[in-house]
């Protein structure tokens, strides 16, 4: 008998592995105001020939690849943003709902961005992490209205409303993995990570909103070791560590960091990907 399960697992083991349907696949974490690293370690990637055939994003993470998914240029995303604000995207409303800010100005300047309507549409398949809280699992989209996707991938619990998709409600995919590596991993041969949420010794102020966002970013630390496992490769940005997440001020910077930090991890792949 053991010398017949021996042979199954042999034999098991030696059979051609089904072909995965993408080369190569980006996640991208959460991270607020630092997402904006991202755009530069896109920038980075592409420059030394790694382009993503799929694109999987959390939170921050999931606005930079739908905007990345629909074609638009790099430098164009960071161009969206310049001029923008915390107060132009959200409202204080904290009437009917279970956070102090409504993202619907947020939801409609996303839809109008990428000018496209639903995730299937897009021109690099695209995949959203979002949190179930209902059920209090991850959930992840791959079609549907871009926009309240969007939304629901980027609701940090307590400082913005939950998202209502189909009857269940979701908040934001970094409460439970905030780097989307699970989505795609077996999509794909090869999984590029990039996390730029790494987490701050800032002294943080006793508010409700500072308290909010201390907690999420605790949770997020907590959680994105095994999906950073599941990568090929990792690109981090400890130097993104004294950002603010709602600081649209230094987006500039967050890219440069995130230009870097690509720049310095490819160095370091002598084999590749």
Same mark, same amino acid.
């Given at each position: 008998?053991? +010398? ?66 629909? $074609? ?25 709902? +279970? ?67 189909? $009857? ?106």
């Amino acid at each position: 008998m053991i +010398d017949q399960i021996k042979e199954k697992i042999v034999e098991y083991l030696s059979e051609p592995q089904p072909k995965r349907p993408y080369r190569l696949g980006v996640a991208l974490s959460g991270g607020g105001a630092r997402g904006f690293a991202h755009v530069g370690a896109l920038k980075a990637l592409e420059e030394a020939g790694y382009t993503p055939d799929c694109i999987a994003g959390v939170s921050a993470g999931s606005v930079v690849a739908v905007m990345y998914a629909a $074609g638009i240029p790099l430098d164009n995303i960071l161009t969206l943003f310049s001029q923008a604000k915390f107060t132009d995207f959200c409202k204080f409303s904290v009437r009917n709902g +279970d956070g102090l800010f409504s993202m619907a100005s947020f939801r409609k300047f996303v839809e109008k961005a990428v000018g496209i309507e639903r995730l299937e549409d897009l021109k690099i398949p695209c995949y959203i992490g979002a949190t179930n809280v209902d059920k209090g699992i991850p959930a992840e989209f791959h079609e549907g209205p871009i926009g309240e996707r969007v939304q629901a991938s980027c609701s940090i619990p307590i400082i913005f409303k939950s998202t209502k998709i189909d $009857g269940t409600h979701y908040i934001d995919g970094g409460v439970l993995r905030n780097l989307p590596a699970w989505i795609i991993r077996d999509k794909c041969e090869k999984l590029i990570g990039i996390n730029v949420s790494p987490l701050s010794n800032y002294r943080y102020r006793q508010s409700i909103k500072e308290m909010a966002m201390r907690t999420y970013n605790l949770m997020a630390k907590a959680n994105q070791q095994q999906d950073m496992q599941m990568c090929d490769r990792v690109i981090v940005t400890p130097d993104l560590a004294g950002y603010q997440v709602f600081n649209l001020k230094d987006i500039k910077k967050a890219y440069l960091s995130g230009y870097a930090a690509a720049h310095r991890a490819i160095s370091d792949w002598n084999d590749g990907v």
